[in-house]
């Protein structure tokens, strides 16, 4: 059973427009929600968070929505640079447990 | 700055070969992590630690075993490699519970 999914596995965004990646999750005592961005042969790099109490976090271009009535989160990029294109991991996690579950990726390419 | 290492990038091993891959962290995390990562399922769980001699089933721990004799080090064994163990993996650590993860750089697996 997944508990954290990503339902579009690609996304082609035109640089400088937004790019808006989306994730559904179906525990509702997940408090705690990460975006992860991976590169090829690397590994995954911590992005942006956001807690249950909040329904928005800034960091620069990046800002992640938390809709927990619809158990919804998704994270937005403005502008959307080359430099961007990579699969985005989201994950969310519960005090309870702590430990971290991950949906199954959005591969993001953003064409000049 | 932060440094999770992984002892190979690449690892090449037969049907049937004892596997260990050795995950090494220096910022004293309590909590250390495998993943394996495969296209279309995202990241998921192996196994997780919280202290030294500690272990706990993640949501696929079937064919691996773990060991954490020091807190800085964290190693996963595949007790009789198969192919479908053939996949990127992927240690994490942190700091403690609801906190982000700091992945190291992965180690692709593959079992012929």
């Known amino acids: 059973d997944q508990q954290v999914k990503q339902n579009s596995p690609s996304l082609s965004v035109q640089e400088g427009r937004i790019s808006i990646l989306n994730c559904d999750y179906t525990?509702?005592?997940?408090?705690?929600f990460l975006w992860y961005k991976k590169y090829p042969a690397e590994g995954p790099t911590f992005l942006i968070s956001?807690?249950?109490?909040?329904d928005k976090n800034e960091d620069g271009r990046f800002t992640v929505f938390l809709n927990k009535s619809a158990k919804h989160l998704s994270l937005h990029i403005v502008p959307s640079q080359p430099g961007d294109s990579a699969v985005y991991f989201c994950?969310?996690?519960?005090?309870?447990?702590?430990?971290?579950?991950f949906g199954q990726g959005t591969e993001l390419s953003v064409k000049p | 700055d932060v440094k999770v290492t992984q002892s190979s990038r690449y690892l090449v091993k037969r049907t049937g070969e004892k596997v260990f891959l050795e995950c090494v962290q220096d910022?004293?995390?309590?909590?250390m992590f495998w993943y394996r990562q495969d296209p279309g399922l995202g990241l998921r769980l192996i196994y997780f630690?919280?202290?030294?001699?500690?272990?706990e089933k993640g949501d696929i721990p079937e064919g691996y075993s773990v060991s954490r004799e020091k807190k800085e080090r964290f190693s996963l064994i595949l007790e009789s490699a198969s192919t479908n163990q053939t996949s990127m993996y992927l240690c994490?650590?942190?700091?403690?519970?609801?906190?982000?993860?700091?992945f190291g750089s992965g180690t692709q697996l593959s079992v012929l």
């Open positions: 956001i807690s249950s109490i909040k």
């Open positions: 910022m004293d995390h309590e909590n």
């Open positions: 630690s919280y202290d030294v001699k500690m272990k």
């Open positions: 994950a969310a996690s519960s005090g309870a447990g702590g430990k971290l579950i």
């Open positions: 525990n509702s005592m997940f408090d705690y």
């Open positions: 994490a650590s942190s700091p403690g519970y609801n906190e982000k993860l700091f």
